[in-house]
T-cell receptor, first 111, second 116 residues
Framework: NAGVTQTPKFQVLKTGQSMTLQCAQD?????MYWYRQDPGMGLRLIYY???????DKGEVPNGYNVSRLNKREFSLRLESAAPSQTSVYFC??????????FGPGTRLLVL | AQKITQTQPGMFVQEKEAVTLDCTYD???????LFWYKQPSSGEMIFLIY??????QNATEGRYSLNFQKARKSANLVISASQLGDSAMYFC?????????????FGGGTRLMVKP
C-alpha cells in the first residue's frame, strides 16, 4: 500500500516550457487535490477533483490545468511555466473521515 | 481576514517536556474540521490529528492532543514528552462545510525545535 505517489520528485524548467506532474493513490479515495507550498508558507489549493470525471478550481488556479484520468490518477499541467510557479507541489487524496493524505511532493524550479 | 492563524513562527522545547502550538481560526460555518500536520525537513506532510466542530471531547492520538476551545476559536496542539524527532514544521488547517470539495485552508506554520 503506497498511499499517494508523485512523479517527478524534482524538476527544473525554463520559462515557457511545459510539464505534467503525475499523482496516483491506491486508497480508493474519491477526492483528490493539488496544492502548492511556497517558502515559509502553508499550502494553497490549486485544483481539486471531488470524483472521477470532475475537476474544480481552488484558490490559485491560474497557469495550471488538471486531468482526473481515472479514480487513481490526478495530473497537474503547467502549459507555459513562469518563475512565479517555482514551488513545492503536493498531491493529496481524502478519505471518508475527511482526512487528506499527502504525497511526498514535487520540487519545481522555473528559471 | 486570515482564516487560520499560527502566531508562533518558531519555538524551542526541551526534550521530554510538553509543548503547546497555538492555532486560532475564523469561520462562520456551523460545521468544520480542524487538522494538524507535521512537515519534517524531508518535506512530506504527515497527518497528526483531527477535531470535528461537533466533537464533544478533545481529540487525542498518542502523544498528540488537541486543546479545542470552540468559544475562543482555538485548536492548539499539545505534544507531550517531546522527542528529538518532533523537530519539524507544524501546520494547522481547517475544512469548512461551505468549502466545495472539502478543501483545506492552512496556517503559516510553526517551526518546533526540540533541544537535547
Amino acid at each position: 500500500n503506497a498511499g499517494v505517489t508523485q512523479t517527478p520528485k524534482f524538476q527544473v524548467l525554463k520559462t515557457g516550457q511545459s510539464m505534467t506532474l503525475q499523482c496516483a493513490q491506491d486508497m480508493n479515495h474519491n477526492s483528490m487535490y493539488w496544492y502548492r507550498q511556497d517558502p515559509g508558507m502553508g499550502l494553497r489549493l490549486i485544483y481539486y477533483s471531488a470524483s472521477e470525471g470532475t475537476t474544480d478550481k481552488g484558490e490559485v488556479p491560474n497557469g495550471y490545468n488538471v486531468s482526473r484520468l481515472n479514480k487513481r490518477e490526478f495530473s497537474l499541467r503547467l502549459e507555459s511555466a513562469a518563475p512565479s510557479q517555482t514551488s513545492v507541489y503536493f498531491c493529496a487524496s481524502r478519505d471518508n473521515q475527511e482526512t487528506q493524505y499527502f504525497g511526498p511532493g514535487t520540487r519545481l524550479l522555473v528559471l | 481576514a486570515q482564516k487560520i492563524t499560527q502566531t508562533q513562527p518558531g519555538m524551542f522545547v526541551q526534550e521530554k517536556e510538553a509543548v503547546t502550538l497555538d492555532c486560532t481560526y475564523d469561520t462562520s460555518d456551523p460545521s468544520y474540521g480542524l487538522f494538524w500536520y507535521k512537515q519534517p525537513s524531508s518535506g512530506e506532510m504527515i497527518f497528526l490529528i483531527y477535531q470535528g466542530s461537533y466533537d464533544q471531547q478533545n481529540a487525542t492520538e498518542g502523544r498528540y492532543s488537541l486543546n479545542f476551545q470552540k468559544a475562543r476559536k482555538s485548536a492548539n496542539l499539545v505534544i507531550s514528552a517531546s522527542q528529538l524527532g518532533d523537530s519539524a514544521m507544524y501546520f494547522c488547517a481547517m475544512r469548512e462545510l461551505s468549502n466545495a470539495g472539502n478543501m483545506l485552508t492552512f496556517g503559516g506554520g510553526t517551526r518546533l525545535m526540540v533541544k537535547p
